[in-house]
């Protein structure tokens, strides 16, 4: 650790970890802290192998300097630092000499500016592959439809990204309260995770799953992903489902008891509540029977994604593991 090179062993470099972490580390888990204290063994080797205490040669040492500089003035040298768009207070800690703060806030600022560098770029990639879904270029049909209709139907293919990308598009057009049902428990808790994971956590809380026995749901949730029993039950206690304005019924095409009896209810539901909204979304679903049923709500057809598929011949005289000879 840093804190060893600067003189401290033992015990007495434990304790100057501990003070340091509740200082500049409050409320971080013990595995955040651990991930900390790994990327500075890390940056020592990396700065050791450099040859020298700092980046660049001919740097500023790390030190209450640049805290005191003025902002808006540069430095008289420049300091690899000045590439971090953050800034930590000078503080001083008991039982830790300032060589040794200066150097904690050194590595932490590196660490901090490494995080969010991992984070942008984590960003750009999902950005990236949520614009290649086929979705993506039905987002504004699919919203027209929904202003202009209380019923919409998306008939999308497997892959298209309807169940990841049509809840953070109607979130982002306004609508407060959506609810998409599924099925099974196990796809509400991979939807809800995979949907937050894409946001990298810029909703947070706005984005939950409520299952049987099971919730993340709180007060600032805008998105929650349900098993339709549940919505059943919710519609039993609260026959309007004043707490939605929008409902999305995803795998409409797995006639069952619960969802069949869902959409009874919805339909029957949508003349009480002309605000509230509905998405029937499936890949193999019936277009003609649903749209009929909904008194023929519009239409939004989704294409799958295509992958090229590489054909290869084999020479003749091989065999297969049963001894046969391989045939395209």
């Not at 503080?91 to 200066?102: D, F, L, N, T």
């Not at 609508?175 to 808790?189: D, F, L, S, W």
Request: proline fraction near 7%; aromatic fraction near 8%; charge should be positive.
């Amino acid at each position: 650790m840093a804190l060893e090179e600067e003189g401290l062993q033992g015990r007495d470099s434990s304790a100057a970890q501990a003070r340091l972490e509740g200082l500049f580390l409050p409320g971080q888990s013990a595995d955040e802290r651990g991930e900390f204290w790994s990327f500075s063994d890390r940056l020592q080797r990396f700065r050791s192998l450099r040859k020298g205490p700092q980046w660049l040669k001919g740097a500023e040492p790390p030190g209450p300097e640049r805290s005191s500089r003025s902002p808006a003035r540069p430095p008289r040298q420049y300091d690899p630092r000045s590439r971090i768009n953050l800034q930590l207070p000078s503080r001083a800690v008991p039982g830790v000499s300032s060589a040794q703060v200066q150097e904690f806030c050194w590595t932490l600022l590196q660490f901090l500016d490494f995080r969010q560098k991992q984070s942008f770029a984590r960003l750009a990639r999902l950005q990236r592959e949520r614009a290649a879904l086929p979705m993506a270029r039905y987002r504004e049909p699919l919203l027209r439809a929904l202003a202009s209709s209380q019923v919409v139907v998306v008939a999308g293919d497997t892959g298209c990204g309807k169940s990841t990308q049509v809840p953070q598009y109607l979130l982002a057009a306004g609508y407060t309260h959506v609810a998409c049902t599924q099925p099974r428990r196990i796809a509400c808790i991979a939807l809800a995770k995979r949907v937050a994971y894409e946001s990298l956590q810029q909703y947070g809380d706005q984005v939950a799953y409520q299952i049987r026995f099971e919730s993340t749901r709180s007060a600032a949730t805008r998105i929650v992903f349900l098993t339709e029993g549940l919505l059943l039950r919710q519609a039993q206690h609260e026959p309007s489902l004043p707490g939605y304005s929008v409902l999305i019924a995803d795998e409409v095409h797995e006639r069952h008891l619960h969802g069949d009896f869902l959409l009874g209810v919805l339909r029957g539901l949508l003349p009480a509540r002309p605000d509230l909204k509905l998405v029937l979304m499936s890949a193999t679903i019936n277009i003609r029977l649903f749209t009929d049923y909904f008194g023929g709500a519009p239409v939004v057809q989704v294409p799958g994604r295509l992958f090229p598929i590489t054909v290869r011949w084999s020479r003749d005289g091989e065999a297969g593991g049963d001894g046969r000879p391989l045939v395209p």
